[in-house]
């Protein structure tokens, strides 16, 4: 599955927009994450496009970026503390979000992923994108349609 | 000329269904002095930083802005209808799903509608002088939020009361306005709702297991085959979900108080604390019985036909119908209930049919103690040997099988006698009560908590905690 999607992958636009070589590293590390992302169910692909828009939205309290926060989380999507979990779980094992800090008083921090041999924000690059653009981050996230970013 | 989507935020096209609007004109002015008279004391001329649903979208029911509380607009929403959807469970499986009430099935799904409806503003009376007890202006933000929630359901069932049931429904949604919680003569329908929200700890301990009976009676209803009722339940889901938070971070935050004290203090022994003005883990553990004891109640007979025709008939199907893995019939399907026989508690076969509250009821235990689980990472973080557990399932029972019985949290058969000479220890007293109202005052400056609560670690949308989450004119 992944490499198919990978096949059809292409990030031109995106680069463009996010000021980035569209190149093989940054279309592989794409593509791995685009794989990642085809492998979760829908829930947990939304509840990470939710995550990301609370995260990278503008903010007057002084957070450090890519956080969102577990309350803000439960009051903004309606999804019950247990189903919440159990998705945080999803997106944890998948490599898209570690959860920070000790219960009661825990923060989601949305994960970089590897590319080449550095780090990249690729969900914050994603968030600007969407914006810019500007299309729907679920359309990507959620729905899985690529074909805006080439 | 009423501006009907200005005043009633709404999805149910309420501008051109002309009978709709004649009924809700009579009803809005009773609901506005039933909501001055039982619904949050003294909040007048507060203003409130509350999230308003003004629709479905994803971007439109979480709208948070300062609202003065009689203005709140108390919306009918209800999730898009699937033109596709079928009938997930029971006789009538397969069928598309019923826009219009079956007569043969109006009278039951009316009296289902009409005791989930009486939940709604039954909890917004039992919680109504809390405010006055609040131990910051986020809690009392967070207590606005959960009433004015609360009285948007009554909203939902209202308006299902009303366009689907003729004059029945509008004498119906009448009564709603008309019993009160604990009242002698005319109480709320379930006896659980008839009980007083003393202080801010009964009112977490409500949210977190008592809310949470609401959560699965409404995604059993959310399955029905009556679908403005089925699409009515899913939104009503999303809000509930907040107040289970409210609840599980509430209780939460005094359990960490409590262990941030013994910590401190350097104490171990789990009935300790009062001296430092907090709950101790033990008296917690005894709230914990009797929320969870009476909660389990609410799920009514373990064996039931009525549970078993509303099925049979596609009325009410089970949580998560569709995940299920059988036949969605339960045809020859057996399920295991719990009864006393000979002083010990056995296990009968029962039809799976006739067992669908106790199967609903286990769903919730489940859900309940991952949630307990959750609680005693605080101790365990703060090096604290104690531990929450769930009483057994028959401890202070008084419907379903078990009732009568007096057994043990532990799962002891005993005799009144016995049973009754631990009582204190098991369940909250008069004197514990008093203690916990003792602890009760209301903190009224931003960014202040009372002693016995921590402060959560974040605010509401992005605010500071110390934002002004109530505005006091």
Same mark, same amino acid.
Request: overall charge negative; hydrophobic content about 40%; some cysteine.
């Given at each position: 599955?992944?490499?198919?999607?990978?096949?059809?992958?292409?990030?031109?636009?995106?680069?463009?927009?996010?000021?980035?070589?569209?190149?093989?590293?940054?279309?592989?590390?794409?593509?791995?994450?685009?794989?990642?992302?085809?492998?979760?169910?829908?829930?947990?692909?939304?509840?990470?496009?939710?995550?990301?828009?609370?995260?990278?939205?503008?903010?007057?309290?002084?957070?450090?970026?890519?956080?969102?926060?577990?309350?803000?989380?439960?009051?903004?999507?309606?999804?019950?503390?247990?189903?919440?979990?159990?998705?945080?779980?999803?997106?944890?094992?998948?490599?898209?979000?570690?959860?920070?800090?000790?219960?009661?008083?825990?923060?989601?921090?949305?994960?970089?992923?590897?590319?080449?041999?550095?780090?990249?924000?690729?969900?914050?690059?994603?968030?600007?994108?969407?914006?810019?653009?500007?299309?729907?981050?679920?359309?990507?996230?959620?729905?899985?349609?690529?074909?805006?970013?080439? | 000329?009423?501006?009907?989507?200005?005043?009633?935020?709404?999805?149910?096209?309420?501008?051109?269904?002309?009978?709709?609007?004649?009924?809700?004109?009579?009803?809005?002015?009773?609901?506005?002095?039933?909501?001055?008279?039982?619904?949050?004391?003294?909040?007048?001329?507060?203003?409130?930083?509350?999230?308003?649903?003004?629709?479905?979208?994803?971007?439109?029911?979480?709208?948070?802005?300062?609202?003065?509380?009689?203005?709140?607009?108390?919306?009918?929403?209800?999730?898009?209808?699937?033109?596709?959807?079928?009938?997930?469970?029971?006789?009538?499986?397969?069928?598309?799903?019923?826009?219009?009430?079956? @007569?043969?099935?109006?009278?039951?799904?009316?009296?289902?509608?009409?005791?989930?409806?009486?939940?709604?503003?039954?909890?917004?009376?039992?919680?109504?002088?809390?405010?006055?007890?609040?131990?910051?202006?986020?809690?009392?933000?967070?207590?606005?939020?959960?009433?004015?929630?609360?009285?948007?359901?009554?909203?939902?069932?209202?308006?299902?009361?009303?366009?689907?049931?003729?004059?029945?429904?509008?004498?119906?949604?009448?009564?709603?306005?008309?019993?009160?919680?604990?009242?002698?003569?005319?109480?709320?329908?379930?006896?659980?709702?008839?009980?007083?929200?003393?202080?801010?700890?009964?009112?977490?301990?409500?949210?977190?297991?008592?809310?949470?009976?609401?959560?699965?009676?409404?995604?059993?209803?959310?399955?029905?085959?009556?679908?403005?009722?089925?699409?009515?339940?899913?939104?009503?889901?999303?809000?509930?979900?907040?107040?289970?938070?409210?609840?599980?971070?509430?209780?939460?935050?005094?359990?960490?108080?409590?262990?941030?004290?013994?910590?401190?203090?350097?104490?171990?022994?789990?009935?300790? @604390?009062?001296?430092?003005?907090?709950?101790?883990?033990?008296?917690?553990?005894?709230?914990?019985?009797?929320?969870?004891?009476?909660?389990?109640?609410?799920?009514?007979?373990?064996?039931?036909?009525?549970?078993?025709?509303?099925?049979?008939?596609?009325?009410?199907?089970?949580?998560?119908?569709?995940?299920?893995?059988?036949?969605?019939?339960?045809?020859?399907?057996?399920?295991?209930?719990?009864?006393?026989?000979?002083?010990?508690?056995?296990?009968?076969?029962?039809?799976?049919?006739?067992?669908?509250?106790?199967?609903?009821?286990?769903?919730?235990?489940?859900?309940?103690?991952?949630?307990?689980?959750?609680?005693?990472?605080?101790?365990?973080?703060?090096?604290?040997?104690?531990?929450?557990?769930?009483?057994?399932?028959?401890?202070?029972?008084?419907?379903?099988?078990?009732?009568?019985?007096?057994?043990?949290?532990?799962?002891?058969?005993?005799?009144?006698?016995?049973?009754?000479?631990?009582?204190?220890?098991?369940?909250?007293?008069?004197?514990?009560?008093?203690?916990?109202?003792?602890?009760?005052?209301?903190?009224?400056?931003?960014?202040?908590?009372?002693?016995?609560?921590?402060?959560?670690?974040?605010?509401?949308?992005?605010?500071?905690?110390?934002?002004?989450?109530?505005?006091?004119?």
């Amino acid at each position: 599955m992944t490499t198919k999607i990978q096949d059809e992958i292409a990030i031109g636009r995106f680069g463009e927009v996010c000021v980035l070589a569209a190149d093989a590293t940054h279309v592989d590390a794409f593509g791995k994450f685009a794989g990642r992302l085809h492998a979760l169910p829908e829930g947990a692909r939304k509840l990470l496009a939710h995550i990301t828009d609370l995260a990278y939205r503008e903010h007057h309290d002084g957070r450090k970026p890519g956080v969102a926060y577990l309350p803000e989380l439960h009051e903004t999507c309606g999804i019950g503390v247990d189903e919440m979990y159990g998705l945080l779980k999803q997106l944890e094992q998948a490599g898209f979000v570690r959860v920070e800090g000790e219960y009661p008083f825990q923060d989601v921090a949305l994960q970089d992923v590897p590319c080449g041999a550095t780090e990249w924000p690729l969900m914050q690059d994603l968030w600007r994108f969407c914006k810019t653009e500007p299309i729907s981050l679920r359309d990507v996230v959620v729905d899985l349609k690529f074909k805006s970013l080439a | 000329m009423i501006d009907y989507t200005e005043k009633i935020p709404n999805n149910v096209e309420l501008a051109s269904d002309k009978t709709l609007q004649r009924a809700l004109e009579k009803w809005q002015p009773a609901f506005q002095g039933w909501w001055s008279d039982m619904g949050p004391a003294g909040t007048k001329d507060l203003q409130v930083y509350l999230r308003t649903a003004i629709s479905v979208d994803r971007d439109g029911w979480a709208n948070f802005g300062y609202v003065k509380m009689p203005d709140y607009r108390w919306g009918i929403f209800l999730v898009p209808r699937d033109d596709n959807r079928k009938i997930a469970f029971g006789d009538h499986m397969g069928e598309p799903v019923w826009q219009e009430v079956p @007569g043969e099935y109006r009278s039951t799904l009316r009296r289902i509608i009409v005791t989930q409806g009486d939940t709604e503003p039954a909890s917004v009376e039992q919680q109504r002088l809390l405010g006055r007890t609040a131990p910051s202006l986020y809690d009392m933000r967070n207590l606005f939020q959960v009433n004015v929630e609360e009285g948007r359901h009554l909203w939902a069932m209202v308006y299902l009361l009303q366009r689907y049931f003729g004059r029945d429904g509008r004498e119906e949604a009448e009564r709603l306005l008309e019993r009160r919680s604990g009242h002698a003569d005319n109480p709320r329908i379930l006896g659980a709702f008839n009980e007083e929200t003393r202080h801010w700890l009964a009112f977490f301990m409500f949210t977190f297991f008592t809310d949470r009976d609401g959560k699965f009676q409404l995604a059993s209803l959310a399955e029905s085959g009556f679908d403005p009722l089925s699409r009515t339940c899913r939104f009503m889901l999303t809000e509930e979900a907040h107040h289970m938070f409210v609840g599980e971070s509430g209780v939460a935050r005094a359990i960490q108080r409590t262990c941030e004290v013994m910590k401190e203090h350097g104490l171990s022994d789990p009935s300790e @604390g009062r001296q430092f003005g907090v709950v101790p883990l033990s008296l917690l553990q005894k709230f914990v019985n009797f929320h969870y004891s009476v909660t389990l109640d609410l799920y009514g007979s373990d064996v039931s036909s009525n549970a078993a025709s509303y099925y049979t008939t596609g009325v009410k199907g089970r949580y998560e119908e569709t995940k299920q893995g059988d036949d969605h019939k339960l045809v020859g399907a057996e399920y295991p209930v719990l009864e006393v026989e000979n002083g010990q508690l056995v296990e009968k076969k029962v039809p799976a049919l006739n067992a669908l509250n106790a199967k609903l009821r286990d769903d919730y235990v489940d859900e309940i103690q991952a949630g307990v689980n959750r609680w005693n990472r605080i101790p365990e973080q703060n090096g604290i040997s104690f531990r929450l557990t769930l009483p057994h399932v028959g401890f202070h029972r008084k419907i379903g099988t078990l009732a009568g019985q007096f057994i043990s949290p532990d799962g002891k058969v005993m005799t009144e006698a016995e049973w009754n000479a631990h009582r204190d220890e098991w369940l909250p007293s008069a004197e514990d009560h008093k203690y916990v109202e003792s602890l009760m005052g209301q903190v009224l400056e931003p960014g202040k908590f009372a002693n016995w609560i921590a402060p959560p670690a974040r605010g509401i949308n992005s605010q500071p905690i110390d934002f002004e989450y109530v505005r006091f004119n």
